[in-house]
């Protein structure tokens, strides 16, 4: 199982080595015929190995849940569950490859794989394979493709090495490359200023957090002696409560960072200036998906932190609510979604606060499916009408059908209606913040906020939802696409003589590479959460499900009354701040960057005037004594002959007077 966990993250680095060196072999050659071909090589190169180490971690989910073990490895004793019960004896193997010595606390170069570690690696293999086929069709003319899915394969081994791995530092690797992977990615169509502005903030913004994640991981591999997860787990009830909570603070700044949550959240609405395939991958599988499943690993380490689940659970609260509010008000659908992700990784961060990982990773699971899902039909619909924003659409459903439906299923399951999978993840969710507020390890404050905001946002949700898939598929279009500046390029759309007519622009349907994945996300966005129709708790279902369609049914009477105009008028005065996003952006603008900017400017102006000036003015003065000493260097024998006899002169006058 550890040699198959490792060919499952080789293969996508491997492929993004070769894609890299080899899609413009030979030759190298650039443009026309040239780019075409090689962007069909890069295709086989990604898309291929992607597949297989699909096929290998859905195997390595089927021998863990099963119980089937093969090849070396070390027996893993299960995690006791949300009872704190403990179910069979091994859930897992784990297996060090290398053992690198530091001077203090050794590095062990190893690989766990486990429930939870099969569970997400399938997630995160299957998504990113659904996103390289459709990048096939996305990206078809895009010269930069060969570069692009290289980085994709990339990002889906980093994600791969954090899920297996065994060691905190491994971790730690695959950790980084993500974010770099990232700014690469956001940063795809770096011709545009903006584009390249995201991808630099999403770099900035996660590197703030990724520093007080890396010493949380040196509290812990210092206290425990080890940075293997499985000795640190079996450590925490040696250590003291003041090093787990300091640790478990140091590490929720890199999940806040990584999962862009409150208040390191601001990265990921900007980093919808990628493409729309990257955006899906980011949000259901990959990035932002890192965070929760740290929390998930290093569970016991934040159970034994109450203060830490205290502040875990006000973010979430604050996040989720917040966030969902600020989707109801955007106009560019890929910010609503970019939003509504926001918003429900803080429903997972929700669950684990309130002491239960099961439901978190349940959502996880759910939540990639039907996000990736909608990601991807918002790029068949802005492919189609060349825009992002909803007030360019509308009266979609005849031109794209096959979008129509499959959005309609994700956005089924992100309100959480039945049978979506949505609908029972959310119900679990729920429930473990429910309990928290009598049984759990919450104050009593955090467990009602977290629980009154998590309701609020039921409501939200299903109105931002309803208000994106009314906006989009329904009404009239209200505009046209201008033309296109660069392929795959999105833009805002324009008003025309053609809408005034009603006239609309025409849209088609996706080709398939880009239709069948949507086609096939479809099906585990419908039906993946039955896996938990066991633990259903109806009570709870139903009173998600009333008030999901009170908020869904406010915004269909709203739109009904206008369908030509924004449901979200009906927020009055609040509009504006939602669709700022509460100004956090601003206030963080305000508060550090532009001091920082002026420190910056300050020290290049120190760096001009002080140093180059030093270094400058040395040169001057170098110049001036050469010049001076040029003047009895004129080439005038004359000149030489009669400083000879002067010189003579005086020393014979010297020799007399003091000889």
Same mark, same amino acid.
């Given at each position: 199982?550890?040699v *198959?966990?490792?060919?499952a993250i080789?293969?996508?680095?491997?492929?993004?080595?070769? +894609?890299?060196?080899?899609?413009?072999?030979?030759g190298?050659?650039r443009?026309g015929?040239?780019?075409?071909?090689?962007?069909?090589?890069?295709?086989?190169?990604?898309?291929?190995?992607t597949a297989?180490?699909?096929?290998?971690?859905?195997?390595?989910?089927?021998?863990?849940?099963?119980?089937?073990?093969?090849?070396?490895?070390?027996?893993?004793?299960?995690?006791?569950?949300?009872?704190?019960?403990?179910?069979?004896?091994?859930?897992?193997?784990?297996a060090?490859?290398?053992?690198?010595?530091?001077?203090?606390?050794?590095?062990?170069?190893?690989?766990?794989?486990?429930?939870?570690? =099969?569970?997400?690696?399938?997630?995160?293999?299957?998504?990113?394979?659904?996103?390289q086929?459709?990048?096939?069709?996305?990206?078809a003319?895009?010269?930069?493709?060969?570069?692009?899915?290289?980085?994709?394969s990339?990002?889906t081994?980093?994600?791969?090495?954090?899920?297996?791995a065994?060691?905190?530092?491994?971790?730690y690797? +695959?950790?980084?490359?993500m974010?770099?992977?990232?700014?690469?990615?956001?940063g795809?169509?770096?011709e545009?200023r903006?584009?390249?502005?995201?991808?630099?903030?999403?770099?900035?913004? *996660?590197?703030?957090g990724?520093v007080?994640?890396?010493?949380?991981?040196?509290? %812990?591999?210092?206290?425990?002696?080890?940075?293997?997860?499985?000795?640190?787990?079996?450590?925490?009830?040696e250590?003291?409560?003041?090093?787990l @909570?300091?640790?478990?603070?140091?590490?929720?700044?890199?999940?806040?960072?990584?999962?862009?949550?409150?208040?390191?959240?601001?990265?990921?609405?900007?980093?919808?200036?990628?493409?729309?395939?990257?955006?899906?991958l980011?949000?259901?599988?990959?990035?932002?998906?890192?965070?929760?499943?740290?929390?998930?690993?290093?569970?016991? @380490?934040?159970?034994?932190?109450?203060?830490?689940?205290?502040?875990l659970?006000?973010?979430?609260?604050?996040?989720?609510?917040?966030?969902?509010?600020?989707?109801?008000?955007?106009d560019?659908?890929?910010?609503?979604?970019?939003?509504?992700?926001?918003?429900?990784?803080?429903?997972?961060?929700?669950?684990?606060?309130?002491?239960?990982?099961?439901?978190?990773i349940?959502?996880?699971?759910?939540h990639?499916?039907?996000?990736?899902?909608?990601?991807?039909?918002?790029?068949?619909?802005?492919?189609a009408?060349?825009?992002?924003?909803?007030?360019?659409?509308?009266?979609l459903?005849?031109?794209?059908p096959?979008?129509?439906?499959?959005?309609?299923?994700g956005?089924?399951a992100?309100?959480?209606?039945?049978?979506a999978?949505?609908f029972?993840?959310?119900?679990k969710?729920?429930?473990a913040?429910?309990?928290s507020?009598s049984?759990?390890?919450?104050?009593?404050?955090?467990?009602?906020l977290?629980?009154?905001?998590?309701? /609020?946002t039921?409501?939200?949700?299903? =109105?931002?939802? *309803?208000?994106?898939?009314l906006?989009?598929f329904?009404?009239?279009?209200?505009?046209?696409?201008?033309p296109?500046?660069?392929?795959?390029?999105?833009?805002?759309?324009?008003?025309?003589?053609?809408?005034?007519?009603?006239? =609309?622009?025409?849209?088609?349907?996706?080709?398939?590479?880009?239709?069948?994945?949507?086609?096939?996300? /479809?099906?585990p966005?419908?039906?993946? +959460?039955?896996?938990?129709? /066991?633990?259903i708790?109806?009570?709870?279902?139903?009173?998600?499900?009333?008030?999901?369609?009170?908020?869904?049914?406010?915004v269909?009477?709203?739109w009904?009354?206008?369908?030509?105009?924004?449901?979200?008028?009906? %927020?009055?005065?609040?509009r504006?701040?939602?669709?700022?996003?509460?100004?956090?952006?601003?206030?963080?603008?305000?508060?550090f960057?532009?001091?920082?900017?002026?420190?910056?400017?300050?020290?290049?102006?120190?760096?001009?005037?002080?140093v180059d000036?030093?270094?400058r003015g040395?040169?001057?003065?170098?110049?001036?004594?050469?010049?001076?000493?040029r003047?009895?260097q004129?080439?005038?024998?004359?000149?030489?002959?009669t400083?000879?006899?002067?010189?003579?002169?005086l020393?014979a006058?010297?020799?007399?007077?003091?000889?």
């Amino acid at each position: 199982m550890i040699v *198959t966990a490792a060919l499952a993250i080789l293969l996508p680095f491997l492929a993004a080595a070769a +894609g890299l060196l080899g899609s413009r072999l030979p030759g190298g050659r650039r443009g026309g015929a040239a780019d075409t071909a090689a962007n069909r090589r890069a295709a086989w190169i990604a898309v291929v190995p992607t597949a297989t180490s699909t096929v290998l971690t859905l195997w390595l989910a089927y021998a863990t849940w099963t119980g089937v073990r093969t090849g070396g490895g070390t027996p893993v004793a299960p995690a006791p569950d949300d009872r704190g019960a403990v179910q069979g004896t091994v859930d897992g193997v784990t297996a060090t490859l290398a053992v690198i010595p530091t001077g203090s606390v050794p590095i062990s170069v190893g690989l766990l794989v486990d429930g939870l570690a =099969a569970s997400v690696a399938v997630l995160v293999t299957v998504v990113a394979l659904a996103v390289q086929i459709y990048s096939v069709g996305y990206l078809a003319d895009d010269r930069r493709y060969p570069s692009y899915s290289s980085f994709v394969s990339l990002f889906t081994s980093a994600m791969l090495l954090v899920v297996y791995a065994a060691d905190l530092m491994v971790l730690y690797v +695959g950790w980084e490359i993500m974010g770099l992977c990232s700014y690469l990615l956001v940063g795809h169509w770096w011709e545009d200023r903006a584009n390249s502005r995201a991808a630099i903030k999403a770099f900035l913004v *996660t590197r703030i957090g990724d520093v007080g994640f890396l010493f949380g991981i040196f509290v %812990l591999g210092t206290e425990a002696g080890s940075f293997k997860i499985a000795d640190v787990v079996a450590g925490v009830p040696e250590m003291s409560s003041g090093t787990l @909570v300091a640790a478990t603070m140091l590490l929720l700044a890199g999940v806040a960072g990584k999962s862009a949550q409150v208040p390191l959240h601001v990265w990921l609405p900007d980093a919808m200036a990628g493409p729309t395939p990257i955006s899906a991958l980011i949000h259901a599988a990959t990035m932002v998906a890192a965070g929760i499943f740290i929390i998930a690993r290093l569970y016991p @380490v934040f159970l034994g932190a109450g203060p830490t689940l205290d502040v875990l659970a006000v973010l979430a609260a604050l996040g989720m609510l917040g966030a969902a509010l600020a989707a109801l008000a955007q106009d560019d659908l890929k910010r609503v979604l970019a939003y509504s992700t926001i918003s429900q990784l803080a429903y997972m961060a929700g669950a684990l606060a309130a002491g239960s990982r099961s439901s978190a990773i349940f959502h996880l699971i759910t939540h990639g499916a039907f996000k990736a899902l909608l990601f991807l039909c918002a790029g068949a619909v802005i492919h189609a009408v060349g825009s992002n924003l909803m007030s360019g659409m509308g009266g979609l459903r005849r031109e794209l059908p096959v979008t129509f439906v499959t959005m309609t299923v994700g956005f089924a399951a992100l309100i959480g209606l039945p049978p979506a999978s949505g609908f029972f993840s959310k119900d679990k969710v729920l429930v473990a913040i429910e309990r928290s507020i009598s049984a759990g390890p919450l104050t009593d404050a955090a467990a009602l906020l977290l629980y009154g905001c998590a309701l /609020a946002t039921v409501a939200v949700t299903g =109105a931002y939802a *309803t208000r994106a898939w009314l906006r989009t598929f329904f009404g009239a279009r209200r505009a046209v696409p201008s033309p296109e500046t660069a392929s795959g390029t999105a833009h805002a759309a324009v008003p025309s003589p053609e809408t005034a007519s009603g006239v =609309a622009h025409a849209a088609h349907e996706a080709p398939p590479t880009m239709r069948w994945p949507i086609v096939v996300l /479809a099906v585990p966005a419908l039906l993946l +959460g039955f896996a938990g129709v /066991a633990e259903i708790h109806w009570d709870t279902a139903a009173l998600s499900v009333a008030v999901a369609l009170l908020g869904a049914g406010a915004v269909y009477g709203v739109w009904r009354s206008d369908p030509l105009t924004d449901p979200a008028r009906a %927020l009055g005065p609040f509009r504006v701040p939602c669709e700022r996003a509460f100004y956090v952006d601003s206030v963080y603008g305000m508060l550090f960057v532009r001091p920082a900017l002026g420190l910056a400017h300050l020290v290049a102006r120190a760096d001009r005037r002080v140093v180059d000036g030093a270094v400058r003015g040395s040169g001057r003065v170098t110049l001036d004594l050469a010049g001076l000493v040029r003047l009895a260097q004129n080439g005038n024998a004359q000149l030489y002959i009669t400083g000879l006899l002067a010189g003579v002169l005086l020393l014979a006058v010297g020799a007399v007077m003091f000889g």
